[in-house]
């Protein structure tokens, strides 16, 4: 196997510059095996945003690999990472794994999800590499675009989320995702709050709140997110009722609406299913300790 020698960049954001020889690397890439699980290209959430968490590998001047740490929580982060089919079996993805592995084991973060989207084969091949992984979980990419088969919400209001009412979404948040650190979460809800490309909404019975969820405009399609209701009102038809209005929202801003759910919430996939939406593509998260 030829050996090249590569320069590795790090850094913490990515300058548009960048975004876009990624987004021009990964759409070389996927081309011969049809893949669509593009890299969030975006430290925001991430737990500590000033941890460098994407890596870039250049041959001379040109981008010929990219990884990336999703890092929402100080326990564990996803990796995923795209290199050119040329330079392939060539040492390229060990460079970037080991040089996130050195910046992820500095911060004491030592349990990683390699995320491969399950129809690639030089993915799995990447896979073959690791020793002791085992599968986590999938997720499905699911899409909805424009139709007249919007869920009615009769039952239900919604005011958009700002920090007046921030402690009630985070509660909500927090009883739905009882993964999340309190902290974590209230510095993801700021995000929300301050980025011109998210919102949040809280939905709200009888002036009662009983769930939220958010939106990212950032790359094309209204990326929907964060879903919950809170425990006590599901059952009763209010999951419909808020994915109604959140469609009537998102596609006042765009043409198809995105989402991801995971293999292990089927109440959210068969709920999702009902609402419209379609499976896009699915993608394989792998548990690793490093």
């Not at 068969?270 to 690793?288: R, S």
Request: aromatic share 14%; proline share 2%.
């Amino acid at each position: 196997m030829e050996m090249i020698v590569l320069k590795i960049k790090k850094c913490s954001v990515l300058t548009e510059s960048e975004k876009n020889e990624i987004l021009k690397l990964e759409n070389m890439a996927f081309k011969e095996e049809q893949l669509e699980n593009h890299a969030f290209l975006s430290n925001e959430i991430n737990f500590d945003k000033n941890l460098e968490c994407f890596y870039m590998a250049y041959d001379n001047n040109k981008l010929i690999g990219f990884l990336t740490t999703f890092i929402p929580t100080s326990n564990e982060a996803e990796i995923l990472a795209v290199v050119h089919p040329e330079y392939r079996q060539k040492g390229c993805f060990s460079m970037l794994f080991e040089a996130a592995k050195e910046i992820l084991l500095r911060a004491g973060i030592k349990n990683i999800l390699l995320v491969i989207e399950a129809k690639s084969q030089s993915g799995l091949k990447v896979l073959k590499k690791f020793k002791g992984y085992e599968l986590e979980h999938s997720e499905y990419r699911m899409s909805y675009e424009k139709s007249d088969t919007i869920p009615e919400y009769n039952d239900l209001s919604f005011s958009e989320v700002n920090y007046e009412n921030k402690k009630i979404f985070s509660d909500i948040t927090l009883e739905a995702f009882n993964d999340l650190d309190e902290n974590e979460n209230n510095s993801f809800i700021d995000s929300v709050i301050e980025c011109e490309d998210r919102e949040g909404y809280i939905a709200y019975n009888n002036d009662i709140p009983i769930g939220v969820f958010d939106y990212n405009y950032e790359d094309g399609d209204a990326f929907l997110y964060g879903v919950a209701i809170q425990s006590d009102y599901r059952g009763k038809g209010f999951g419909k009722q808020l994915i109604g209005f959140a469609l009537e929202e998102g596609l006042k801003k765009r043409n198809k609406i995105v989402l991801d759910v995971d293999s292990n919430n089927p109440i959210a996939f068969n709920l999702y299913k009902k609402c419209g939406f379609k499976i896009d593509f699915q993608v394989d998260y792998y548990k690793y300790k490093i």
